[in-house]
């Protein structure tokens, strides 16, 4: 099980539309994500700053198995709108720095 910290940034404005329109995700992506490992997803907002944590079994994997997903494909347009660049797929995520469990 990989665990990784992605970060992303939204444009000035869109704050409120972003949480209305991330309260909850297609089904169809969901199902795509489960199916290619993803055990959570959560995303925390501070500010226009969106910090990910994800857990999954082999990042790379899913990203390669979502490229051509048309549900994957229609919210990466949908959410991309609102973000200030695009999400960064090939990203490995934040450096880890420390961590007590």
Wanted: net charge negative.
């Amino acid at each position: 099980m990989e665990r990784l910290a992605l970060h992303t940034r939204l444009r000035p404005g869109c704050e409120e539309t972003y949480d209305r329109e991330h309260a909850t995700i297609p089904p169809a992506l969901e199902s795509a994500m489960r199916a290619n490992g993803v055990r959570s997803w959560r995303i925390f907002r501070d500010g226009l700053d969106l910090f990910h944590f994800v857990e999954v079994e082999d990042y790379a994997a899913l990203q390669a198995a979502l490229k051509d997903d048309p549900a994957d494909q229609a919210w990466q347009r949908q959410m991309n709108r609102l973000l200030d660049g695009d999400f960064d797929k090939s990203s490995g995520g934040l450096r880890r720095v420390w961590e007590m469990t």
